[in-house]
């Protein structure tokens, strides 16, 4: 197929430079669903765009397709201005030269998946393609996706795995460098979505097309992305790869929304170079610094439940807190020990069946070298 590099190299496939969109509530109110967004996305690129119901996923996402007007900034793809209210510019969404995926699929239940797939091809304007060429292209993709038997099959008679997959097709068909996913995955059950996000990711990084991603599913975030955007309020709070994101979230609402995150809250007592010191109720913990902080100031300890350990002996570590175990949750893979320390509901990860009885007296030690030392909005 064909995937042209839509630059030679230079200018990345989107750039998106403080980008505003404001919506009216109904009582009048403004609502900041893009609030002065900057970012790029190079050539094939996996960018998930993270955050939770109404953060602004869909309205950035609808905005980079010429599906929306935002107020103010640009949106260029491969240098060319899309959206640039100083030049007069918005390009219609069918001259942008993208695809896109539905959480509806948005397809033609009456159809066939052969004639899905092949819309996109046959409703171009400009170069004609011939009906032969349409065949072998739309044939091509459905190989590609999984589902050559279906060609025939109505998309009504499909499951939502099969449907999921039509979609995905009739977006990769037309060859365009950029392709953009809303929530795709999200009304198939796990195993297929687990499935699905396999050969989403193996098809993105053979085809090399630029791929925008929207989902409010921090795990889904973390295994498509090459980089992940979160968002909070319209804001881009965090741009970085998954693993970043994960160890050095950019601040609390990052950290405990990527993830689970112990916390502790209390006040900095001392500051040395890259370490802090807070005393909480619970003790003194000590952890890496993550933001600006002085001593007095109000900060939370936060850790990672497979960076702590769980013993029935007091450890020798400064990080220790004591509690009691409320429920202790074989997973599988790992078991889950939740802890109440003092009020407080800790989480330690442990490798295995590691099964403890309610109620029994532990320890909880955290590693400093994983501990972050975070400020807290001050109330
Ligand atoms: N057409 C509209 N009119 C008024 N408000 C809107 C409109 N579209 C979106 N909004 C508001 O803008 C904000 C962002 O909406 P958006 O649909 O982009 O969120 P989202 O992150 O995609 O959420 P979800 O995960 O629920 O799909 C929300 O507060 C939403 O209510
Ligand atoms: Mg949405």
Redesign the pocket.
């Known amino acids: 197929m064909n995937h042209p590099s839509p630059s030679d190299g230079r200018e990345p496939v989107v750039r998106v430079e403080q980008l505003v969109k404001e ?3 109904r009582d009048g109110s403004p ?1 900041k ?1 893009i609030d002065h967004v900057s970012f790029d996305v190079h050539a094939g690129d996996f960018l998930v765009l993270l ?12 905005s980079l397709a010429g599906l929306e007007t935002p107020d103010a900034g640009t949106i260029s793809f491969a240098g060319r201005p899309q959206f640039s209210p100083e030049h007069g510019v918005n390009v219609p969404p069918e001259k942008r030269g993208v695809s896109m995926v539905f959480q509806s699929y948005a397809l033609w239940p009456h159809m066939t998946a052969f004639r899905n797939v092949a819309y996109p091809l046959q409703s171009r304007k400009g170069a004609r393609i011939s009906r032969s060429e349409t065949a072998r292209r739309v044939r091509e993709v459905l190989e590609m996706v999984g589902i050559p038997e279906l060609e025939h099959s109505h998309v009504s008679q499909m499951s939502g795995g099969q449907q999921q997959r039509v979609a995905l097709a009739r977006a990769l068909v037309g060859g365009d460098s950029l392709v953009l996913f ?2 795709p995955l999200s009304n198939v059950d796990a195993k297929v979505r687990e499935q699905l996000r396999v050969e989403l990711v193996s098809l993105q990084r053979e085809l090399g097309f630029a791929a925008v991603f ?1 989902t ?1 599913d921090q795990d889904e975030a973390m295994q498509l992305g090459t980089r992940i955007a979160v ?1 909070d309020s ?1 804001r881009l709070v965090q741009l970085a790869p998954p693993l970043e994101v994960y160890t050095q979230p950019a601040n609390r609402y990052v950290a405990s929304f990527v993830g689970t995150m112990n916390e502790c809250p209390g006040r900095v007592t001392a500051v040395k170079g890259e370490t802090a010191e807070v005393e909480t109720e619970l003790g003194t913990l000590t952890g890496r610094v993550s933001g600006g902080l002085s001593v007095g100031d109000r900060a939370a300890a936060m850790w990672r439940p497979e960076n702590g350990t769980l013993t029935t002996g007091e450890p020798v570590a400064a990080n220790r807190l004591r509690g009691r175990v409320k429920a202790s949750l074989f997973v599988g893979a790992y078991t889950e020990q939740v802890v109440d320390a003092a009020g407080r509901e800790l989480r330690v990860r442990s490798a295995g069946a590691a099964l403890q009885e309610h109620g029994s007296e532990v320890w909880v030690e955290a590693a400093e070298a994983d501990t972050l030392v975070m400020p807290l909005e001050d109330v």
């Open positions: 919506f009216q509530r609502v669903a955050g939770p119901s109404g953060c602004g996923k869909t309205t950035l996402l609808r809303d929530e929207v409010h968002l319209g």
